[in-house]
């Protein structure tokens, strides 16, 4: 954990859930590279399902981890670094025939911003941050707007500055909120898409926010502060 810890990730969750109002824990991810690294005692996931419902399942207290044959959206998979996205989906062709985007050329740019994780991982494991065996590469945050603003007020309570969410209503679990945080180490907000709304259970005014794991210690620090 980072110099910013505080005591253990029980306890920052535990805060994190009561100074925010939250009704779900805090999801921890973490990426490995071989199958090996992966902590012992937690098992595969026994089903196949989409990455955005898998951060919903561990937000609600399961911890799993998954590779690519067991998540059902290869789109998402690509996104995380579990395998290269689909052809149709590099092209934009996918998104232009679900008549998101009026032409090809702009579903192609939109899809070529996408924040994306490589290498190629094995697998990604998913729990909830206060009972997490590992240190995670990610915290993702599924709230409301009031929730999201006090984090991004936590977050610039220290250095100052502002936060730029970078979103475009699409792959928003996989690529805004775990690959953006990953890639860039920068804290993400994004609101969902189409996909994680139909099959996740986001709701209509929730929030999600993405953290580098790396620094959920000072945010912690920041919203005890405030």
């Known amino acids: 954990m980072s110099s910013c810890d505080v ?3 029980e306890e920052l969750s535990n805060k994190m859930k009561t100074k925010l109002g939250l ?3 805090p999801v921890a991810v973490k990426l490995v590279l ?3 690294d ?3 005692g937690i098992s595969k996931i026994d089903s196949k399902l989409r990455h955005c419902e898998m951060v919903q399942k561990a937000a609600q ?3 799993f981890y998954a590779t690519v044959e067991e998540q059902l959206c290869k789109g998402g998979a690509g996104a995380i670094g579990l395998m290269e996205p689909p052809e149709k989906v590099k092209t934009g062709e996918m998104y ?4 998101r985007f009026s032409s090809l050329g702009a579903a192609k740019r939109t899809v070529d911003a996408i924040p994306k994780i490589d290498p190629i991982m094995k697998a990604i494991i998913y729990a909830p941050l206060e009972t997490a065996p590992f240190d995670p590469d990610v915290v993702v945050i599924i709230g409301n707007s009031k929730q999201a603003m006090m984090l991004a007020q936590a977050m610039v309570f220290t250095l100052g500055g502002r936060i730029e969410a970078d979103f475009a209503g699409i792959q928003s679990i996989c690529g805004d909120a775990v690959a953006g945080p990953y890639t860039t180490k ?3 907000f994004t609101l969902g898409c189409s996909g994680s709304r139909k099959y996740a259970g986001i709701k209509t005014d929730d929030v999600i926010v993405g953290m580098n794991g790396e620094n959920i210690g000072c945010v912690v620090n ?3 502060a405030l």
Do not use: D, M, Q
């Open 23 to 25: 009704e779900k824990s």
């Open 96 to 99: 232009y025939s679900l008549e």
């Open 7 to 9: 005591n253990g990730y």
């Open 186 to 188: 920068k804290p993400n």
């Open 34 to 36: 071989r199958e090996e």
């Open 61 to 63: 207290g399961e911890t």
């Open 222 to 224: 920041a919203l005890e």
């Open 38 to 40: 992966i902590p012992e």
